[in-house]
């Protein structure tokens, strides 16, 4: 399927994912870290965000294994990746974000991005097959761990 805002990756394990995420989104990312680091807040939010990390790692080291590649194929530091990541914990004001709505039996999923009429520059929907997984996910650009709004496995 060819679309603007769909796209589709393969890999065969998590440091893999890491490197076709980085390939395909790594310009997107870049611009939201430029963006971010110009925000009075970045310091501090890297700081906090540095201590979750290792904390991460320790309990989720796939995740962190994946974002590192992520990382080294876009160009980005790894903690810089890691503290967009997570941008939502790190904040003391809640984002709104997005409602989605699934039903008949599945067969239908609506999503409406609720905070910002230029959402749809910050979405798309991401088929992700990695191993023996498939997943299908709302993806932010800005949330390289992806499926924050809405993911399943298929």
Known sequence: MSHYHYHEIEAEN???????????????IRDYIEHARAQKSWRDCKAQAKVLLSLTAKHFPSYIDELAAYAASSGVDLLDLWTI??????????????????????????????????????????????????????YYYG??????ALSTNC
């Open 14 to 28: 998590a440091v893999e994912c890491g490197h076709e995420l980085g390939k395909l989104f790594g310009p997107v």
């Open 85 to 138: 990541s997570i941008e939502d914990e790190l904040e003391h004001r809640a984002k709104e974000r997005c409602t989605t709505v699934v039903t008949n039996s599945g067969h239908l999923i609506a999503h409406n991005e609720d905070w910002s009429p230029d959402a749809i520059e910050d979405i798309c929907i991401l088929k992700k097959r990695v191993g023996a997984t498939t997943t299908l996910e709302l």
């Open 143 to 148: 949330c390289p761990l992806g499926g924050t």
